[in-house]
């Protein structure tokens, strides 16, 4: 009964494909995140969705686009893959957007995407 | 703009010693989250204490404390009785509003290794 689940866990795929990866979350929260680890560790937040509403999008490329068919699902597609897209992909949920403790974000295991 | 600062890039302890992980902060925002997170070389993202801008007291949860100084504008970790499984990477991050949105912004991570 995995809170937060991503697959694939891995993903190797060639330049200028166009991959998907999957993010679904059993705690009935109402907002799920994309975040972006780079090769340095560092994590930064891509978009962010609340009742399958899109309220932080940061600057990404446009090839990148979220997709929130329900509120317990947040995919995220990738076109035309370049090799700077190579990072590890979290998502993660939350129960609201705030400061509170219950606002904690809880995380996905991570999904390493490498472009080749 | 928020910003978290570990200055902190690698720390090493000795097994069942105490040890603290020096996190700052900035926000202009009075109203924030506090958060530390855990990336054990596995990768996935744990969630270990939370601290809100308004507590009066420091958060505890097991052997994990924050040290909040709020004049000073830090939030340090401190592991009691380090285990050898708590070597990984740390994460501050912060909730506070940046813009329109309230998001989660970290800091560069602190490698903890615990020695035998």
């Known amino acids: 009964d995995t809170a937060v689940s991503q697959t694939p866990k891995y993903l190797v795929t060639q330049m200028g494909n166009d991959k998907s990866i999957k993010c679904e979350q059993n705690l009935g929260h109402d907002t799920m995140y994309w975040y972006k680890q780079d090769s340095k560790k560092f994590l930064k937040i891509m978009f962010s969705y609340n009742n399958k509403e899109l309220i932080i999008n940061e600057t990404v490329p446009n090839r990148f686009s979220p997709k929130s068919p329900d509120k317990a699902h947040l995919n995220l597609h990738i076109n035309s893959l370049e090799l700077g897209d190579s990072a590890v992909y979290f998502c993660?949920?939350?129960?609201?957007?705030?400061?509170?403790?219950?606002?904690?974000?809880?995380f996905g295991p991570g999904t390493r995407l490498t472009v080749l | 703009a928020q910003k978290i600062t570990q200055t902190q890039p690698g720390m090493f302890v000795q097994e069942k010693e105490a040890v603290t992980l020096d996190c700052t902060y900035d926000?202009?925002?009075?109203?924030?989250?506090l958060f530390w997170y855990k990336q054990p070389s596995s990768g996935e993202m744990i969630f270990l204490i939370y601290?809100?801008?308004?507590?009066?007291q420091n958060a505890t949860e097991g052997r994990y404390s924050l040290n909040f100084q709020k004049a000073r504008k830090s939030a340090n970790l401190v592991i009691s009785a380090s285990q050898l499984g708590d070597s990984a990477m740390y994460f501050c991050?912060?909730?506070?509003?940046?813009?329109?949105?309230?998001?989660?912004?970290f800091g560069s991570g602190t490698q903890l290794t615990v020695l035998p």
């Open positions: 993660a949920s939350a129960q609201g957007g705030g400061v509170d403790s219950t606002d904690t974000q809880y």
């Open positions: 991050a912060m909730v506070s509003r940046d813009g329109s949105a309230r998001q989660l912004t």
């Open positions: 601290q809100g801008s308004y507590d009066q």
């Open positions: 926000t202009s925002d009075p109203s924030y989250g």
